[in-house]
């Protein structure tokens, strides 16, 4: 009897395993001090605040001079310096640079590894502006790894820059749902959310970001853009006067300040903002004029961003904080001019499907 029981219940294990499982999960093998640098690295990153980035570039590179060969911690060096070019942290072309080396890194010590083809995936997206080869390779990633959450985050944002907004806010839920702690998530979630016009959930969305982390650089830059959007500009300016990154809450301001009729003190904010961000941050001053409705200007500095080649050029498929000018003459042949026109997003295949 019992033989028989044992072997019942090996057979009903192993189909739990192909039931509920698919394939065992592997796990990238390290020295145990290079891993919990590693973690900690990680985790600064999430948390974000003044220097962050840095710091977890730090811890990185500790774990990599304990372990050279750790795939995993050349991919978080590579996201760290995404991040930074993306946000201005220097200059854009030599932050993707440095990530597309260290994704490339990842890649000899393990070809298979996922996470470094969906980071390859966002420097073709945002520096390339390569869309297909982007695609490409957040496909390849998901089918290495079709239920990593980071890698799912990213698929969403190339959704995004694709104009399929949909699609995008049902991954970044679905991503939200099974990493519920991470604040970056919900970041992403609540500009899904606002560039399709929904508001309230991008407020809610935030909210959540600042109780998981408090210090959440961009939560409150998201909530006062949201506010004007909702003809608030009072709360819109409350907001924007408590964002904690200086150079979204001085665009923020700008904007505010425009709604609630003060002009000479929005026209200060907006020279202080040009002279000391400048080029790189032509995409952002572009929006700001655009809200402003000064035309001519946005489209000076939409050409600024095109010679810069801002990131930031990689969200014009979403375009409602350019709402003000998206009927002038010159809106469509910029974005024929940079690869972004309706016809050539939709001419690119990209398939994603959730997890089952």
Not at 292 to 313: C, I, T, Y
Request: proline share 4%; net charge negative.
């Amino acid at each position: 009897i019992f033989a028989i029981q044992d072997e019942i219940a090996a057979d009903v294990v192993e189909q739990l395993k192909v039931t509920l499982l698919s394939e065992a999960p592997t796990v990238e093998e390290t020295d145990a001090e290079a891993y919990d640098l590693f973690l900690q690295a990680r985790q600064v990153r999430r948390q974000g605040g003044e220097g962050g980035l840095e710091r977890s570039n730090g811890l990185y590179r500790q774990a990599l001079e304990i372990d050279p060969d750790y795939a995993g911690a050349w991919v978080g060096l590579a996201i760290n310096y995404v991040h930074q070019a993306g946000f201005g942290l220097g200059l854009a072309d030599d932050g993707y640079r440095l990530a597309r080396e260290a994704a490339n890194r990842a890649l000899t010590i393990d070809q298979d590894f996922a996470p470094a083809y969906a980071v390859l995936g966002q420097i073709a997206a945002d520096n390339d502006r390569d869309l297909a080869t982007a695609a490409r390779y957040t496909e390849r990633a998901l089918e290495l790894d079709p239920n990593n959450t980071d890698i799912l985050h990213l698929a969403a944002g190339l959704l995004e820059k694709l104009g399929r907004l949909d699609e995008s806010i049902a991954l970044k839920e679905y991503v939200a749902a099974r990493d519920p702690v991470n604040p970056g998530v919900q970041l992403g979630l609540a500009a899904a959310y606002l560039y399709a016009d929904r508001m309230d959930e991008a407020i809610a969305s935030c909210r959540t970001a600042q109780h998981l982390n408090p210090g959440s650089g961009g939560a409150n830059f998201i909530i006062g853009v949201a506010l004007l959007w909702k003809n608030q500009p009072e709360e819109a300016l409350a907001a924007m006067q408590k964002e904690t990154y200086e150079p979204f809450r001085e665009l923020g301001l700008t904007m505010a300040y425009h709604a609630l009729g003060r002009a000479s003190e929005s026209d200060s904010v907006l020279a202080k903002v040009i002279e000391e961000l400048g080029p790189e941050w032509a995409y952002n001053i572009a929006y700001v004029l655009a809200f402003r409705s000064e035309a001519d200007r946005a489209f000076q500095w939409l050409d600024k961003a095109v010679q810069a080649n801002d990131p930031g050029l990689s969200l014009l498929a979403v375009p409602i904080q350019f709402a003000n000018i998206l009927d002038d003459p010159r809106w469509l042949p910029l974005l024929d001019r940079i690869g972004k026109a309706p016809e050539q997003l939709a001419a690119i295949e990209f398939e994603v499907r959730l997890p089952q």
